[in-house]
């Protein structure tokens, strides 16, 4: 294989020797060798943990040719990485310096894999004499002393604390012994104490005790036995050694359940899978920067999914899901604004859009919409006019960008505005007159009490023999009087591009609420009695004669 | 005592977690650049109206060097603001050079002409300048003081503001230890 390469790297020389004339240097033989050995230690700066030999970018090219022009001009491979190194700092080599700081690198793996080995070593000893001398000193507590032991951890009633007896004095050493004698084997249980020590400090408390009972034994009978007395409340007791322990071990699971759950969070939050060859996949949670969760990603989707097959409701309530989860989603206020203009809410639209460039002040989608609204809707051209030059700047060339270029060069300078619209508006009247349906609308007399004076009116049309399914188009009139005039034609459709004409199907609807894709008790329906009636009728009038229940 | 147990455990595990979660905190592309307050790497240029332009034509002007590419997003992003602060800034002994990288003469001369660009600009067709000053993100711009000291970095799009105050300290050769960040995105 290699002399194959070889072969073919002679073939290519000779070609350009010949083609490129005789002052061509011959380079060394392994020029190309020596250039990958020294391009496999050096990182590739655009890509993640692969050499410049191995990159097929665009930079690492480049970075190997400044290599092989170096090689060629007699410098060391020390020399060529050093030239590297004092462009791009020692992050550029993939195997660190082995002096100064990064010298750690290299050692600290060992260290810690050494002190690893030691401290599990250690931890396996200790368990094992510990468990060798807890066995001894258990057969040691029943061959030695055992009434002595035994003795001493009896529970005897504490004497009276105005008892000055010879008695009542013994019977305190004795309870200083049974609490010191505890103390130090749970001390040993803990590793504090070697075997040497248990058994040499055991012994005396032992002898103490022995004393202790002898001198008990020695004195005559108690002449009474005292009721023991209730012990007042502020009397210290003893430690309870059991529940000490048993509180200890629980405080110990607590913080291991807390440090599981820590680290849980910390890495389910801020390690995400990559979405882009541009994205990273740390961010969201300690760096600060967003990225949608899951859930709130597959929501999304679901609303573009249903924004895309014209099931708007569907895409309303994905995208309020979304907003749910991160009210600040430039995306999901993107779409609901283009929703929203669908439906005839021009105002709402533009609050959408503003909401989602009030977090991305650049977002394309947002910025497309905002422009669109200002320029159809408001004739503000002066205002789209800025907004898709804007756009414009930030596009790359493409279709989306001749697009806005396009919308770009339609929207009337501020001269020539007036000029247009004057001269434009009979044409439109003229191709208005013919592509409309128009009549009148009225509410009949026994609903007028009912009528919320903040209703909204929408006229929808919808192809005849289409019940269901996105309107073709819709009308919105805010706080109507009635009887109202109506028209409804091309400029009133929902998706851009549909034509209106054929056989229509309308209906109205007085909204409580204003919102086109909620109905509730109170709103009131009507239709055109003719359903479906043709593009060009004029007097297709309407009586709203339903009240929802 | 289990409480010193504990503690134990919390001194060894601590400092990993805060290692843990500084890593977390890095951004793993981000190359800081050993070259701040280091003498800039002296280059030639051809421009794209044919003049050859050297580092060394430069000296004795502040000169504000910026890496762009017409299919870089954060590079149209900027261009107004920095043809804005050339427009301010001309003839105050200072220089701007903007180098294209990885770009066809054909899309680089549409870029110039369509965000009016006046200042000097060239392309860097061999890459042998982006990798002697370093680049690895896109716009990329560095400041140069008058004596060809390199001031102050910047990486991702720069806005004029910021522009012409680092302007202004390379002309009096202030060093900016901390490099800047914008919108980048990695050179191909």
Redesign the interface.
Known sequence: MRTMLLRTLFVLYVLLALFSGPLHAAPAPDLEDRTREIASELRCVVCQNLSIADSPSEMAQQMRAVVREQLEAGKSPQEIKDFFVSKYGEWVLLKPKTSGVSLLLWVLPYLALVVGVIAALWIIRRWVSKKKSAEAAASAATSHSPVDSAWLKQDLPDPDLEDNSARAQLLRDRARLKYELSEMEFDFQSGKLSDADYNALKQEIETKGMAVHQKLDALPPEPTLKAPKRKSPDQKLPPDRTRIRRWQLVSGGVFLMLFGLALGVMLTKSVRPRESSNDTMTGDFLTGTNSPSGETRAALNEGKQAFAHQEFPKAIEAFKKVLVADPNNPEAHSYMGFILVQAGHGDGALMAFDKALAQAPNFPMALWGKGMILYREKKDFAGAREIFENLLSRVPAGEERNEIAKVLAEIPTAGAQKSQTASAAPNSAATSSSAQISGKITIEPKLKAGVDSNASLFIIARPAGAAAGPPLAVKKFDKPTFPLNYSLGQENVMMQGTPFTGKINITVRLDKDGNPTTRGPGDMTGEYKMNPVNVGTKNADIVIDQMMQ | ???RR?ATIAFI?GPI?AL??FG??????Y?????IAKPATPFTITLFDGRKLTLEDMRGKAVFLNFWA??C?PC??E??DLEAAWQKLKGNNMIFLGVAL?DTDQ?AL?FLK??NVTYPNGKDE???I?????T?GIPESFFIDPQGRITYKHVGGIRVALVVTKLEEAAKGIVSAQEGKGDY????
Do not use: C
């Open positions: 005592m289990p409480w504990l595990i977690l843990l979660a977390f905190t890095r951004d793993a592309r190359i800081t650049s050993p070259l017409s299919w997003p149209r992003a261009a107004k990885q899309n549409e369509e965000f061999s890459g042998n982006a990798v002697d000053y370093g690895w995105q990695p050179i191909r």
